[in-house]
């Protein structure tokens, strides 16, 4: 196996096109280029890549256990999730967005409504979205909120919980 450095915007981009956990970027960018085995013969120049349009994507395009690994924190494995979550259903992803905890609105569309709901709220925005979410929560409350959106967003559990389980 051979490593390849990208810029962070080509690695997000990747890591969104994802349609199931566990597939790996080798993967996505054989789906990606319709690459066959005797494809991958051809000259680099030959290659052209086009983006997905955002409808294509699918509802399991949530990023793989490989690029949640890739990142160190609790906080940036939160955001790809919700990043990923949003591009695979943003419609979907708007409606569950509104939902709430006891005292807190966990996302918004403004950080001034997330301020609004709590003194120490750090609100964040969600990387390529117009929402943005609380921040100053612990591990278990990130997963609460991951849970709560797939949930609304009719994820099947197993799913839900493999995913809560990554960040």
């Known amino acids: ?61 949530l990023p793989d256990a490989d690029t949640l690994a890739a990142e160190e924190s609790s906080i940036g494995r939160f955001m790809l999730i919700l990043t990923a979550l949003y591009r695979s259903q943003p419609e979907a992803f708007a409606q569950a967005a509104e939902l709430k905890g006891r005292k807190r609105l966990y996302i918004a569309r403004t950080p001034e409504e997330l301020q609004a709901n709590g003194t120490t709220t750090k609100p964040k925005p969600i990387p390529d979205t117009p929402f943005w979410v609380i921040s100053n929560t612990n591990t278990a409350r990130k997963r609460h909120i991951i849970s709560q959106v797939m949930t609304a967003m009719a994820y099947p559990a197993d799913q839900i919980e493999q995913v809560c389980d990554k960040v």
């Open 1 to 61: 196996m051979k490593t390849i450095e990208v810029d962070e915007e080509l690695y997000r981009y990747i890591a969104s096109q994802t349609q199931h956990i566990g597939e790996s970027a080798s993967d996505i960018l054989r789906r990606l280029l319709g690459a066959t085995p005797q494809s991958l013969t051809c000259q680099a120049d030959e290659v052209s890549v086009e983006p997905m349009a955002a409808a294509e994507a699918s509802p399991a395009s």
